[in-house]
Each structure stands twice: as structure tokens, then as C-alpha cells.
């Protein structure tokens, strides 16, 4: 019988995903370790193994983990407190090798490196170290924005006509949140023993004007592109009630577009998953009833 694989946070958006894209492939053995395993009863019903997990109680993990050969490390959503993800991702990483594990598959940004404005790039560069520094195999899947993030952003743009940005012309090259599962899934399961950085990414790069053109000619509503400075996004987005370190971490994605840190699309999906990644025009072709909807 085949060694169980582990994916942690597995009760998030992606983490579900590559659970029923587990299940679905017919595996073998699998562990998902959540903070809350009540979320999870659903996939226990299915012959998951359920675990609880918090990467801040480092003592727990190895026990989280014992067992599992290749395991899903998907990075944690604390965008408001700086420091800390890097923190909880050092912990699952050095819980990793105490429990035996082989082979960790990360989900990182694109150009984690110093350069990058995005404030919590260097919690990716830092677990990117750490999988370096340790002795398991990985792969990191540097993921690029999702596309998914469309659907909060353009009904607010479309009720007002303008998708305000501080981006630019700085392009993404946008990949759903489902083909960032497949890929996961994917390097999960393909048995690669080595060490890999892979740009996770959609098949074409956007900018934000062309966003806007594209979802008009789709909902049939005008929308502009405007894009305004970083520093005026930021307190736009702290008027409007978001934690100063979120206003400042959401502005920075957008100086990072403008720096060309999303400007990349890769063939990786396909190379992964043997399936081409999904453009932005089919992606909200799909979502359009929910768009039109206000989100
Ligand atoms: N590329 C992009 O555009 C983009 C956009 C949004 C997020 N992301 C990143 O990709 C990750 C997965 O995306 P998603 O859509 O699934 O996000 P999500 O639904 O917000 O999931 C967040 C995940 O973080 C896990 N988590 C939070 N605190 C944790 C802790 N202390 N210990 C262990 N796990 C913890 C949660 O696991 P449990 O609830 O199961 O404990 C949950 O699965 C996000 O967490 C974020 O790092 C990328």
C-alpha cells in the first residue's frame, strides 16, 4: 500500500480542493491536518484521516504529521501580523523532517526575492530557505495571483464604473484557484524526489486596463481602469475600516504588479496536470451570473 500524503490547512479554499482532486485520483491513503478538525467531518466520512494541526503550537506537529511521506504545505492567511507566517511555516517545515517526512510541496508567490514591495514576500523567501536549509526533497509552486480575486474586486468596480488600482500598467498573469489545486495535487502526487521552483501561473499576462475591457465587453457595462499612487490605495483601503498592516499588504500586491513581479505566464499547469490553465475570459465567462450579481 502506498505511503499517505498529507495536505495541512486542509480546510481552507485550496486545501479542499486538492482533497476532492485526491480523492477523485483514488490515491490511496490520505492525511489532512486543519486547526479545526470539525470543518473536515465531511472528508472523514470519505476515508480522509483527520488530524488537528496549528503551525503556532509547534510541539503538536510532528505528531500531525507522523506517518505521511509527501505532504502539501499550504501557506497560512495571517497577512496582519508581519513576521508571524514565516514563524508558523519554520515550524511546519522542522516538523516535516522530525516526522519523517520526504518530500514538501509549498505554495509560494511569484519573485518571492528582496527586491519584491509585497510586504509578506518575505515570508515565501523565508520558507523558501528553509525548505533550502533542510534535508527534505521539495517543490515550491510559486502561485500567481488568482484570478478568483476578480470576483470581490470587479462587482465593487463595476457598481462604480472604475477598477481602481495601484498597479499600473504592471501585468498578472492571473491563474485560478482551481488550477492552482490541480498543480498541487499534481506535484503531490507525481513522486518527484528532487528539488523544483515551478511559476504556477495562467496562460496569458494582463494588465489591469485590459481586465477592465475584458470584463465590459463580457457584463456589457462600462469600466475604466484608473490607477492611482500606492500611497493613496492604502489609505482609501484604511478608510474604509481594513487593519492598517492589510491596507499596507493589499497596496503592496498592486507595487508589485507595477514592479512586473506578476508579469509571467508559464506552461507549468500543463506540464503538471497534462490540462492547459484556464484564461481570465473563461474564468469569468463562468462566473458571470455571480458578477452581474454583485459578487
Ligand atoms: N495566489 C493568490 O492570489 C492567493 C490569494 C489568497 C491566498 N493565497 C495564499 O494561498 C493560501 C491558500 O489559499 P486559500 O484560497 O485556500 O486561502 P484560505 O481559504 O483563506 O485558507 C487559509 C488557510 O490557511 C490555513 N491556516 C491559517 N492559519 C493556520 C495555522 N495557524 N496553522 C495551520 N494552518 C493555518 C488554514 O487552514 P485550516 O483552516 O484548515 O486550519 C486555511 O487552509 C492562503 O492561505 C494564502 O497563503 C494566495
Known amino acids: 500500500m502506498s505511503k499517505p500524503l498529507l495536505v495541512t490547512g486542509a480546510a481552507g479554499h485550496l486545501g479542499r480542493q486538492?482533497?476532492?482532486?485526491?480523492?477523485?485520483?483514488?490515491?490511496?491513503?490520505?492525511?489532512?491536518?486543519?486547526?479545526?478538525?470539525?470543518?473536515?467531518?465531511?472528508?472523514?466520512?470519505?476515508?480522509?484521516?483527520?488530524?488537528?494541526?496549528?503551525?503556532?503550537?509547534?510541539?503538536s506537529l510532528p505528531r500531525?504529521?507522523?506517518?505521511?511521506?509527501?505532504?502539501?504545505?499550504?501557506s497560512t492567511d495571517d497577512l496582519t501580523h508581519p513576521g508571524r507566517r514565516l514563524e508558523q511555516h519554520r515550524n511546519a517545515v522542522a516538523a516535516a523532517v522530525t516526522a519523517g517526512v520526504k518530500h514538501v510541496v509549498y505554495?509560494?508567490?511569484?519573485?518571492?526575492?528582496?527586491?519584491?514591495?509585497?510586504?509578506?514576500?518575505?515570508?515565501?523567501?523565508?520558507?523558501?530557505?528553509?525548505?533550502?536549509?533542510?534535508p527534505?526533497?521539495?517543490?515550491?509552486?510559486?502561485?500567481?495571483?488568482?484570478?478568483?480575486?476578480?470576483?470581490?474586486?470587479?462587482?465593487?468596480?463595476?457598481?462604480?464604473?472604475?477598477?481602481v488600482s495601484a498597479a499600473g500598467d504592471g501585468g498578472v498573469g492571473f491563474v485560478?484557484?482551481?488550477?492552482?489545486?490541480?498543480?498541487?495535487?499534481?506535484?503531490?502526487?507525481?513522486?518527484?524526489?528532487?528539488?523544483?521552483?515551478?511559476?504556477?501561473t495562467g496562460p496569458e499576462v494582463l494588465t489591469y486596463p485590459q481586465v477592465a475591457h475584458l470584463a465590459s465587453e463580457l457584463l456589457g457595462r462600462p469600466l475604466t481602469a484608473v490607477s492611482v499612487p500606492r500611497e493613496a490605495l492604502e489609505a482609501g483601503l484604511k478608510?474604509?475600516?481594513?487593519?492598517?498592516?492589510?491596507?499596507?499588504?493589499l497596496a503592496s500586491i498592486d507595487a508589485g504588479i507595477a514592479q512586473g513581479k506578476t508579469a509571467l505566464a508559464t506552461d507549468v499547469v500543463r506540464q503538471l496536470t497534462g490540462q492547459?490553465?484556464?484564461?481570465?475570459?473563461?474564468?469569468?465567462?463562468?462566473?458571470?451570473?455571480a458578477l452581474l450579481a454583485g459578487g
Open 239 to 249: 478608510q474604509a475600516g481594513l487593519a492598517p498592516t492589510f491596507a499596507a499588504a
Open 64 to 74: 500531525a504529521f507522523a506517518g505521511a511521506e509527501r505532504m502539501l504545505l499550504i
Open 107 to 134: 505554495t509560494s508567490l511569484t519573485h518571492p526575492d528582496a527586491s519584491s514591495p509585497i510586504t509578506f514576500a518575505s515570508d515565501h523567501r523565508g520558507t523558501e530557505e528553509a525548505l533550502a536549509n533542510s
Open 18 to 59: 486538492v482533497l476532492e482532486l485526491l480523492l477523485a485520483a483514488n490515491v490511496g491513503p490520505v492525511i489532512a491536518t486543519t486547526r479545526d478538525p470539525e470543518k473536515l467531518r465531511d472528508f472523514q466520512a470519505r476515508g480522509v484521516t483527520v488530524r488537528a494541526a496549528n503551525f503556532d503550537a509547534p510541539e
Open 176 to 200: 485560478t484557484r482551481e488550477d492552482c489545486a490541480r498543480a498541487a495535487a499534481a506535484a503531490l502526487t507525481d513522486g518527484f524526489e528532487g528539488r523544483r521552483v515551478l511559476d504556477v
Open 136 to 163: 527534505l526533497g521539495y517543490s515550491v509552486l510559486r502561485n500567481n495571483l488568482y484570478a478568483d480575486l476578480l470576483l470581490y474586486s470587479l462587482p465593487r468596480a463595476l457598481a462604480s464604473g472604475q477598477l
Open 276 to 289: 492547459p490553465a484556464q484564461d481570465v475570459r473563461g474564468f469569468l465567462t463562468r462566473h458571470k451570473a
